[in-house]
């Protein structure tokens, strides 16, 4: 047995290698004992060694355990299985449980050696085949085997009978169309006497319940009478060595049955109305000193409040929680926790009682109770209560552990926003949390208070002043930070000038260069990431206007940024810069204060929204290509989501944070196969012209194709390009004042729109555009127009191209295309030319529709590209 | 039902794994690397449930070890802490005021003796004596069999049958 003479024998014991690897002292010399065990292990398997072949098994589910790949050993579970013996087939059976799971298809090769071991004469073997098949089979397996179980549950011996009930609830989990084969004999099962027969039996019998409604019709006939004698003589029984658990009867027994009893009861007066007696009588008599009385109690207060029960009997339930509530044990506060959030629904008057003790579980030592009580109390609030709590809990968030504080920030912004009668209690809230925990605030929600703030004039100056002077408090909170900055920028003269004060304010004294300072500070600070600083350049261009004479410095500090290395910020701060420089006359009105946001508006999308996002990624209407707000190296635009909420442009209703920005790729590809509409605009009906280029404005942050060149680009207002300016409701001038007006050279527009494809209904025209530096690449902007008299709706637009071009996609400016020419539709293209100069563009087009709900389809080819694309 | 019962020490060394939901190995030990840093990390006077990834685990320490078991949120907590308790008093029984060494080196007696309480993540027997009968039964199954076979030429002889 020496491993030094030869290291591929198979000979150390199973203890002396657990000696050896536990006498290694570092990693290393462990990892190099279990290399040796595992070489040996696997030469004695390419020999097919038989006689170490259980030792070794043993070894490897060992060498599993410590984390060690064992695949090699999977065979020989099989092969240990396949032998005669019991004590191969034991640990074969071990080893298959542990080193295998239902997902690898080796298991499929076991299915004949299980259907034979069940078949055994040996009641321990049978035993171990129906463990192992209870324990890992998969659907196809649970299919093949299911009449070996069926006929073991009624078997003589009651062994091999509760472990083939145990078998069958996996057998009924993986296929549920099978749980009326079981149903018979899971109901003859109930007459045993042997408790554990009757324990499995009962807990095949909840899970029929849930995998047929037959099955639950035909126990709730046949076995609910069975069940409440099971339940009357294990709790009347005297001193029963065998199961007592503290001086209680098998308190196994009695909770599963009262768990089935809920589950045949639940919506059945006639059952509740049956149970009734017994129910009370467990509830009163379980001592509830210890922890398996306490768990008994605990299911039957489940129970209760579970079915149709009497009030009498609720009444019981809740002064079992109540008690429970009290007591030292943190076990069983923790489960009061629990129930009273069932209870809420049943009886909210008797849980609000308890809502000072709750309150103080918040505030509890140990996180898992925190949880539940902050879940429970925040089903607790209603408009009476919701300040007193508030304040607890915003009080508490200053001292709460740093983890806490998300569940925490997320909770109390949710209760401040569901019960904000009182928009100046709303904000106060809002700016202390913002305060206190901004970091941990989730974007929509900080968001939602800029839409409310824009929609309260009267309180715009409490806002930009309170936030103020929080910004000098507590200025590492992000979110903090960008509803302040944003304020700063909208309301920056209320700051300056205490405007519409309120009676409760003090005033304060804040010259024009302090309130520059205090956005300066942010665009300057390194922890703020891009999306603060972009909002801090923003703020800083309506400033130069609140303030003229700032606008002098404004322009210095916008203009640092213009080498910034984020292309987003580069890009604004040029543009910026150019603004403040070349088009004063314009200035002012451009950088008005932003309309007013439509609240409600905003409000049903968000909750839309997050239902989508809640229920699936895939939903479409939620995330739309339009709703990507987040770039991969841009920056949302920071009022963009409210904004575009605002013109009802309703793809654009996901939060920014709740947009994964990877899923992009996988909507335009959809829209380029057609699969995924793009965007039925329900609530937007037919844009007019007008919104069609807002839209694309806002799309600032919204179009992941284009980085935008940082020089700016003129084009004619029917297909306006991505332009990062601050909506005003002038902003159509501004683009015709901006394209009389700018006067950079752009040698780059020589290209001529062509008509690229024209039929009796439909004409498509394609400009260009092409980035300096890049001549591959080029941006076509299509633009649709209906001829026909009636409206084409669902119009996608699809293009294919040769291989040695890239093409992509970005979404439609709407699916509804409106007749006789009255407004386009507007869709950008992205192509990449990889053999330019070689090989003109070409490409095919095909456009469907709907006119009056009829589909349509016309399809092209392209080829009047212009030359040099 | 019960997902999985993990054994760990206080030093974070696995000494029993059983899955009753199929995870993949690579999840497997992610899992238990999550399960470990939750439990290990919670004082003594604490609750014994900890909430994770939308589960419930119960766990309770046994000298150097603890015991978990994950379950969900609907089952009953006091109940699996019974059943911890349970499966624990039973190998006292079984190896008589067992240790965390007797676990180590006989690791596949733990795993028989839980097999013979748990099956599909669902409890078997609430009778300790049956579970020890149980298992005594098939130790000596498996001892006669060794001393039937005690050449080797035996045991070659009856797996090539």
Known sequence: MDLA???????????????????????????????????????????????????????????????YPTHFGQMECLKLIAAAGFPEKRIGYLGLMLLLDERQEVLMLVTNSLKQDLNHSNQFIVGLALCALGNICSAEMARDLAPEVERLLQNRDPNTKKKAALCSIRIVRKVPDLAENFMGAAASLLKEKHHGVLISAVQLCTELCKASTEALEYLRKNSLEGLVRILRDVSNSSYAPEYDVAGITDPFLHIRVLKLMRTLSQGDADCSEYINDILAQVATKTESNKNAGNAILYECVETIMGIEATSGLRVLAINILGRFLSNRDNNIRYVALNMLMKAIAVDTQAVQRHRATILECVKDADVSIRKRALELVYLLVNDTNVKPLTKELVDYLEVSDQDFKDDLTAKICSIVEKFSQDKLWYLDQMFRVLSLAGNHVKDDVWHALIVLISNASELQGYSVRSLYKALQACGEQESLVRVAVWCIGEYGEMLVNNVSMLDIEEPITVTESDAVD?????????????????????????????????????????????????LELQQRSIEFSSIIQRHQSIKSSLLERMPVLDEANYLVKRAASMQATVSSVKSAPAV?????????????????APLADLLDLSSDDTPVTTSAPTTAPNDFLQDLLGIGLIDSSPAGGAPSTSTDILMDLLSIGSTPVQNGPPTSNFIPPGIAETKPVP???????LLDGLSSSTSLPDGNAAYPTITAFQSATLRITFSFKKQPGKPQETTINATFTNLATTTFTDFVFQAAVPKFIQLRLDPASSSTLPASGNGSVTQSLSVTNNQHGQK????RIRVSYKVNGEDRLEQGQVSNFPAGL | MIHFVLLISRQGKVRLTKWYTPYPQKQRSKV???????????????????????????????????????????DNELETLQIIHHYVEILDRYFGNVCELDLIFNFHKAYFILDEILIAGELQESNKKAVLRLVTTQDALVEAAKEEASSLSNIIAQATK
């Not at chain 1, 002396?16 to 570092?26: E, Q």
């Not at chain 1, 003109?840 to 490409?843: H, R, S």
Request: a positive charge; glycine letters at 4%; one cysteine or more.
């Open chain 1, 624 to 640: 739309t290509p339009g709703g990507q707000l987040k770039l991969p190296n841009g920056v949302a635009k920071p009022p963009a």
């Open chain 1, 727 to 733: 909506v005003t409701p002038q902003v159509v001038d």
């Open chain 1, 518 to 566: 205090a956005v300066e500070v942010y665009l300057k600070r390194y922890s703020a990431d891009v999306t603060t600083r972009a909002m801090c350049l923003v703020s800083l261009l309506k400033l130069s206007s609140r303030f003229p004479p700032t606008s002098e410095r404004i322009k210095e500090i916008v203009a640092q940024n213009k080498g910034n290395t984020v």
């Open chain 1, 5 to 67: 003479i030869n290291p591929f024998s198979s000979g150390t014991r199973l203890r002396d290698m657990i000696r050896s690897i536990r006498a290694c002292k570092t990693a290393a010399e462990e990892r190099a004992v279990v290399r040796r065990e595992c070489a040996a292990i696997r030469a004695a398997i390419s020999e097919s060694d038989q006689d170490y072949r259980h030792r070794n098994m043993a070894k490897l589910m060992f060498i599993h355990m410590l984390g």
């Open chain 1, 840 to 843: 003109p563009l070409a490409m």
């Open chain 2, 32 to 74: 238990i690397k999550e399960i470990s840093a939750l439990v290990l990390t919670r004082g003594p006077k604490l609750c014994n449930f900890v909430d994770w990834q939308g589960y419930r685990v119960v766990y309770k320490r046994y000298a150097s070890l603890y015991f978990c078991m994950c379950i969900d949120p609907a």
